[in-house]
């Protein structure tokens, strides 16, 4: 489904990614961890062309998206993409936000859209809300407003970046869950966490990336509990 | 000293009707060039938006020249100026068709449309990059992303600045007398040099002029407030 | 244009001295100057009232710059120019008129530029003054305003070339500075307005947009070498 192939990213002088490669097959949950400025939001924007890079390739469907001619709107309506800070968009309601893509994109009729659009909402248990502004929301309901929002154009893919990152403790649980059931309804994911506890609930894979380059990966159980995978436990010793 | 406040010899008869044929002229003035610089500040915007260099620096150097240059020597530019550049039948058109009111228009509008392009840069410029990404991120393409995200938002936020500047316009409007428009302050002389009442007479002309500034000033007030948005 | 420049540089310059008062672009720095120097005292003031705890002297302030900003620069001039003869005693000159002028109209709006600055300080200064002992006047001489006016100094600056742009309005009450300078000389030579006007106009300009960019500069370091404070953008009428 994705296949990132020898990526490389510079910023200036400064190497973000270095031959990143691997594969996300379709069905499969991918996690990334490592620590910051360790480039796994840099790999997971490079899907969407939200980063551009310099060298490889990142496939997405057997298309390469750095290509030319590719129609990148398109291929994003395919992907959805959950950002660490929401980005809701404030000057339209929660369910407002849902229905842009619907009718502007997907071409469909307003009834039609909200129909659509409350029944995502209600997926993620917030039907309630639908009419209310983002500002009076709670930072868990914005994100799970973010996640109704890519989910409602039916994408192929999810990637989360750092979905709770930027949340209060006690919503952290809200979101995981509404991932935790699509993960579970067999959705292609790649998600970047710290929350190893989600990750080993949840990934078929996790990839430990340090310095722009995913130095240990293997399954959840594996690498967190065998001393194969030195760095990473130092890693999970310093962040636990 | 002596001096009897005397409103009356002021306000009473054809001294009244000069005061509100010069208000008529300055609200006429106002409302002229703030269409002129509205539609020319968003020419400028969207010019300012191709990406391409000398179109950028075209926009720059309109706005650089009409921040720096006073208003006043804008204006005489544009009335002692222009005119003797344009062929005799023009002129002659100006001169018949209410030269003074259409020069200071111009040279008001153009003046305040270099603020207003800025003004709307600003608000465009003040919406996080996120914004944009999150609405290409669903399949939005730049325009799509542009009208339906950046600038409704940049507009909410443009708009007290905006409002200003149409305070400003308005206040602007009294150079117009320096070139023969008979907007309030020229009416104002006009009335002083009939009745030699100083006093009231300028006092009549400050009150009318404060009472549509702090109109305005409660316009920005209030629009500021209802359209705050907070942050998601 | 070049002959028209060459020929009357320095009526541009200096106005009708030797053979009259000093005028031209001498002239309208002299007063932006002396006008922005003398309203200085008034501004701080105005300021501090304006953020005092006592509602009286707020909103009397308040309501000092509200009218001011309420008002087109050419009434205030009108109203200097006809009632300053009265306060003072004598006749008053257009230079001078246009400084007493310039000097209320423009403490008004510098006291907005230095009551943003003021408050535009971290809350911590002011709790630390206060935990010291320091006093209202010893604080906000030696902590408050140093830092607020350094903070300010880029709308300062701005403040300045709009006084300069200001000064133009001179005409309207013959003092002689730059503009009045140039409608002479159309007067005379009464062919080339265009000419005459853009040479005004383009002196302003160099003029103007050399301190703007001083401005920028002095933003650039201060915001490189400081705690972000936010500096207004102030947008100013003429």
Known sequence: ?240 | ?232 | MLEILQNNWLLFLVGQYPHGPIGGLTMTLFMALTALALCFPFAICLALARLSPYRWLRLSATAIVHTVRGLPLIMFIFWTYFFSPLIIGRAVGGVETLIIALVVYEAAYLSEIIRAGIQGLPKGQFEAASALGLGYWTTTWKIVLPQALHNMLPSMVSQFVSTIKETSLGYVISAHEMTFAASQVNNVLLTQPFEVYAILALTYFVLCFALTSLARYIERRISAGRVAVATPAVAVAV
Not at chain 1, 212 to 235: K, M, T
Not at chain 2, 88 to 103: C, D, Y
């Open chain 2, 1 to 232: 000293m002596g001096y009897i406040f005397d409103l009356r010899g002021v306000l009473s008869g054809q001294y009244f009707d000069w005061f509100m044929i010069g208000l008529a002229v300055t609200i006429a003035l106002t409302c002229a060039a703030w269409c002129l610089a509205m539609t020319m500040g968003i020419i400028l915007t969207l010019i300012r938006m191709i990406p391409f260099r000398p179109f950028e620096w075209f926009v720059a150097l309109y706005v650089e020249y009409h921040r720096n240059v006073p208003l006043l020597v804008q204006i005489f530019v544009w009335y002692f100026g222009v005119p003797s550049l344009l062929p005799r039948p023009a002129r002659q058109w100006i001169n018949g068709h209410h030269g003074e009111f259409l020069l200071a228009t111009i040279a008001l509008g153009l003046a305040a449309a270099a603020y207003v392009a800025e003004d709307i840069r600003s608000g465009i410029r003040s919406i996080p990059k996120a914004q944009n990404e999150a609405a290409r991120s669903i399949g939005l393409g730049y325009l799509g992303a542009m009208g339906y995200v950046v600038l409704p938002q940049a507009i909410r936020i443009a708009v007290p600045p905006l409002i200003n500047q149409t305070l400003l316009l308005f206040k602007n409007t009294s150079l117009a007398m320096a070139i023969g428009v008979g907007e309030l302050t020229y009416r104002t002389r006009e009335v002083e040099s009939y009745t030699f009442k100083t006093f009231e007479a300028f006092a009549v002309a400050t009150a009318i002029y404060l009472a549509i500034s702090f109109g305005i000033m409660a316009c920005g007030a209030y629009a500021g407030r209802r359209l705050k948005l907070e942050n998601a």
């Open chain 1, 1 to 240: 489904m994705i296949r990132f192939e020898n990526v490389d990213k510079w910023y200036g002088p400064m190497q973000a990614l270095a031959g990143v490669s691997g594969e996300v097959r379709r069905g499969e949950v991918k996690v990334l961890v490592g620590p910051s400025g360790c480039g796994k939001s840099t790999l997971i924007r490079t899907v969407t062309r939200l980063e551009a890079i310099q060298g490889g390739r990142v496939l997405v469907d057997g298309v390469d998206v750095g290509a030319r001619g590719v129609n990148i709107n398109r291929l994003r309506q395919r992907v959805g993409f959950v950002f660490q800070a929401y980005n809701l968009f404030p000057h339209l309601s929660a369910i407002g936000n849902i229905t842009l893509g619907l009718t502007k994109l997907r071409k469909m009729g307003k009834a039609e859209a909200r129909e659509r659009a409350l029944a995502e909402l209600a997926r993620v248990g917030l039907a309630a809300k639908a009419e209310e502004m983002p500002g009076k929301l709670s930072g868990g309901q914005r994100q799970r407003v973010a996640i109704a929002r890519s989910l409602a154009m039916d994408p192929e893919v999810m990637l989360f970046d750092e979905p709770t990152s930027a949340l209060d403790p006690e919503m952290v649980g809200e979101v995981l869950a509404a991932i935790k059931q699509l993960a579970t309804n067999g959705m292609t994911m790649i998600c970047v966490t710290h929350e190893m506890g989600f990750a080993r609930e949840v990934a078929d894979e996790v990839w430990f990336m340090e310095r722009g380059a995913v130095v240990e990966r293997g399954r959840p159980a594996d690498l967190i509990n065998s001393s194969a995978h030195p760095r990473l436990q130092r890693f999970l010793r310093t962040f636990a």
